[in-house]
């Protein structure tokens, strides 16, 4: 569920030593762990879901697909020893669409980061969560770090991720991530501007109470990468110059396009007439 976010972040709260692990620092913005850590009495109880890669050691239950012993290859939040144990690590898709196996408001605290871009449902588990428990803390990427070319393999942000996601007025949306993306440079945040990202570059935080709304955005009709450009621009500030080389460079990449269609068709008809034979 945290796998590769950790390759973001330069320092980590705790590391669990065990023969094998690698070594890397868990994705949950340091300033938000001591928060935690800093305001939950001793008598509160706490979820952590879809903690495998990285559990909060104060979370007195686990929900994850992932089983107790494999837990942790990239280290822990916060200091040990950890409160829940195999009997409270419960394993099970969580996603499912059947309730979690605990009654309302069980929990005085829940906390769910870097999962809810990965999974398939993310808007149920948004729905569980409120339902579970009395207020909580999501953690998810940015939009920047989504579309960030950064060298990891030729995609924008990572390919095992679902979903792009936008904290606002405090709920999270989510609008699907298409692998097209990856390929599309017009949206990708060029590589100088991601070595320069800051750990809140990358992450959306949300501390939420009582309830936490989310919903998907339904995309009909083509996807709005135009929308999303306009987003990344307003974030990098490019320079005059810059927006001229990089209209020239969109007038070359339709040309090519254009240039292409003959060819696409050509090959299509030959596989068709393939196919029939």
Not at 3 to 13: G, T
Request: hydrophobic letters at 35%; one cysteine or more; proline letters at 9%.
């Amino acid at each position: 569920m945290k796998q590769c976010q950790a390759l973001f972040h330069p320092r980590a709260q705790s590391q669990r030593e065990r023969p094998g692990a690698r070594v890397a620092s868990p994705p949950m913005l340091p300033r938000n762990t001591e928060k935690m850590l800093a305001e939950l009495r001793d008598d509160e109880v706490v979820l952590d879901v879809g903690a495998w890669g990285a559990p909060f050691n104060r979370a007195d239950w686990v929900l994850d697909a992932m089983p107790y012993e494999t837990r942790g290859p990239m280290g822990s939040y916060g200091p040990g020893p950890e409160r829940f144990n195999e009997e409270r690590w419960v394993i099970r898709d969580f996603c499912d669409r059947e309730p979690w196996p605990w009654p309302d408001d069980f929990f005085d605290f829940s906390l769910c980061v870097t999962t809810l871009e990965d999974i398939r449902d993310p808007v149920w588990v948004c729905s569980e969560l409120s339902r579970v428990s009395k207020r909580g803390y999501i953690e998810v990427p940015t939009l920047i770090s989504e579309l960030a070319y950064g060298g990891q393999g030729p995609w924008c942000g990572f390919e095992h991720h679902r979903w792009l996601c936008w904290v606002r007025d405090g709920g999270i949306e989510f609008m699907h991530k298409p692998h097209s993306i990856h390929s599309d440079w017009r949206v990708r945040v060029p590589p100088r501007h991601a070595a320069k990202m800051t750990e809140e570059d990358h992450l959306q935080p949300l501390f939420w109470e009582g309830e936490l709304p989310a919903h998907e955005r339904v995309v009909v009709g083509p996807y709005p990468l135009g929308e999303l450009e306009e987003q990344v621009r307003a974030v990098l500030q490019p320079s005059a110059l810059e927006i001229r080389a990089k209209e020239a460079r969109d007038r070359l990449w339709d040309a090519r396009n254009s240039a292409m269609k003959p060819v696409r068709s050509a090959r299509d008809a030959l596989l068709r007439r393939l196919a029939r034979k």
